[in-house]
T-cell receptor, first 110, second 117 residues
Framework: GQSLEQPSEVTAVEGAIVQINCTYQ??????LSWYQQHDGGAPTFLSY????GLEETGRFSSFLSRSDSYGYLLLQELQMKDSASYFC???????????FGTGTKLQVIP | GAVVSQHPSWVICKSGTSVKIECRSL??????MFWYRQFPKQSLMLMAT?????????EQGVEKDKFLINHASLTLSTLTVTSAHPEDSSFYIC?????????????FGPGTRLTVL
């Protein structure tokens, strides 16, 4: 089966940098994705890592180490609107089947 | 592009009734769609994979006779919650895989909040 673990909550100051970690166990692995979800809304895609290394998309970067079954999402220059839940997700255990992590609620404070 | 819509956005029903939720890909074709359920402050739990023209694949523990999925066209999948009970109250979200395999994007509908009284 698939399991992905994330810290449940993180608090950071506006303008700072925060890292959200994700460790996973999967049967079959096709890549690690990150999604943002505001309260009451649907998840929106942020980033994807199919290979080891760092992917940068504006203020957001994501890292993957397949040998360690580990990845993280890095958010820079935090803004109040970044307060949301963040989920890592893996595709595996069946073509295109996506399993979501436990989720991290990020609170950005002034 | 790559917009997924859901209808209704919210629904309140009485216990024992059935509720149908529609998921549409508006500007692309989706041979596969996914249905998720999300309880408050929890993660998204995959319920089933909807395949156009064939039977849906349900995750372990999901009752296929209670959660009926139909994927009759390349742009529409429906989830019917039959004989709904208060414990079925949840946020139901559909998604469709993006068309660019290298990004592995999932496009989500806005979700349907179901409340069963």
């Amino acid at each position: 089966g698939q399991s992905l673990e994330q810290p449940s909550e993180v608090t950071a100051v506006e303008g700072a940098i925060v890292q959200i970690n994700c460790t996973y166990q999967t049967s079959g692995f096709y890549g690690l994705s990150w999604y943002q979800q505001h309260d009451g809304g649907a998840p929106t895609f942020l980033s994807y890592n199919g290979l080891d290394g760092l992917e940068e998309t504006g203020r957001f970067s994501s890292f993957l180490s397949r040998s360690d079954s580990y990845g993280y999402l890095l958010l820079q220059e935090l803004q109040m609107k970044d307060s949301a839940s963040y989920f890592c997700a893996v595709r595996g255990g069946g073509y295109q089947k996506v399993t979501f992590g436990t989720g991290t609620k990020l609170q950005v404070i002034p | 592009g790559a917009v997924v819509s859901q209808h209704p956005s919210w629904v309140i029903c009485k216990s024992g009734t059935s509720v149908k939720i529609e998921c549409r890909s508006l500007d692309f074709q989706a041979t596969t769609m996914f249905w998720y359920r999300q309880f408050p402050k929890q993660s998204l739990m995959l319920m089933a994979t909807s395949n156009e023209g064939s039977k849906a694949t349900y995750e372990q523990g999901v009752e296929k006779d209670k959660f009926l999925i139909n994927h009759a066209s390349l742009t529409l999948s429906t989830l019917t919650v039959t004989s709904a009970h208060p414990e079925d109250s949840s946020f139901y979200i559909c998604s469709a895989p993006g068309t660019v395999a290298s990004t592995d994007t999932q496009y989500f509908g806005p979700g349907t909040r179901l409340t069963v009284l």
